[in-house]
């Protein structure tokens, strides 16, 4: 399948119209977006998308919790269904390509084919998911997790907003969750494709048009607390004192040289640290402090975790210092679907687009649906780096590279 250069210039036309379309509901004084799940915002926006959908010939429809869905049916309507989209929502001030890139290029991409190819074989939808963010509540792929049956309503009982709003009361304001929709839950997904812009500068660095995901990593974080002795500053010698800032900031040091030693694709971040009571002129008695770790393979997590936390047992020990470790999350690293990655590469190859097969250090949906049906997860490249930010930015030609890669993939998959 050949796109003209007329079609193409209407595409990136297109792709710059909805991207700032789109960014228009929850736009920020400071030219971002906030979109939390089931504000007015968010209510807004989907709408819209709802509406627009229709308007290309779409037939639009929502699931009970709130996912958006645009669907091109087959002529067999029992066929299987090749799922394209993103996320809707956003982090408080965030940028207007993170997840809304990819429910734009699916709704494109959806009515090129429609356009010029007519039905397709198996059914073609486009999802606008909910949430995935979690920056209104303390939930994270609750879109996705409805839909593939890792997320119900009894992981959300008891959840409030920092405003003190139940989850439940929020998602039934906006319209859901009370059984007028369909059941999130799918049986009939062939594969599910998510564009998403890289949200890192490994694609601009390497000068590479598109990143195709391999792995999505894993993630294990942390709260670990030292217990010392809280005494006076000025008269408790040196060698009496059980300072639990001393200790942390060996186990700290620790714990990054050991990641640099143990591979270059291992990430390790203590992002927060707090101690107690926090004077200047009084030892610490309690430091406590965040770790995140993140890795493409379960036996090097496992392996690293291991041997780090039986050291910290020893650096405790040795500043007659005592630390516990919380585990609070666990996600399993994520294998992308090889055969939708040979399509991507045959494609890109044939067109001599320059690539890079890579792992995805951040979470995605791709890696809730990579459990659960064949998925594919690629990157356009994103200015910088930056995103979660109003300053968030990726070229419009990128972001049409990612959409003609998406519509020839959907055509091999659908037509």
Known sequence: MIISENKSLALFDQIE?????????????????????????????QQALKKRMEKIGLQAYYDDVGNLFGRLSAANEDASTILTGSHIDTVIDGGKYDGAYGVIAGIIALQFLYEHYGLPKKNLEVVSLCEEEGSRFPMTYWGSGSITGVKSLKDVQGLTD????????????????????????????????ELHIEQGEVLEREEKSIGIVSHIVGQRRYHVTVIGESNHAGTTPMAWRKDAMYTAAELIQYLIQKAKETS??????????????????????????????????????????RDVFTQFESIANKHQTQVTIHNWMNEKPVEMSESLIEISEAILTSEQMPYKKMTSGAGHDSQIFGTFCPTSLLFVPSHKGISHSPNEFTRT?????????????????AY
């Open 17 to 45: 119209e909805m991207v700032e379309w789109l960014a228009s509901y929850g736009k920020s004084k400071r030219n971002g977006v906030t979109r939390t799940l089931y504000s007015a915002n968010w209510q807004s926006a």
């Open 162 to 193: 920092s405003q003190g709003i139940p989850f439940i009361e929020a998602m039934q304001e906006a319209g859901f969750g009370k059984g007028n929709y369909r059941n999130p839950m799918r049986t009939d997904l062939a594969s599910f494709i």
């Open 264 to 305: 270059p694709d291992l990430v390790v971040t203590v992002g927060q640290i707090f101690t107690e009571p926090n004077l200047s002129n009084v030892i610490p008695g309690k430091t406590m402090f965040s770790i995140d770790i993140r890795h493409c393979e379960e036996h090097v997590l496992d392996e690293f975790c």
């Open 397 to 413: 030609e990128d972001l049409e590279n990612g959409i003609q890669l998406l519509i020839k993939i959907l055509y091999k998959l």
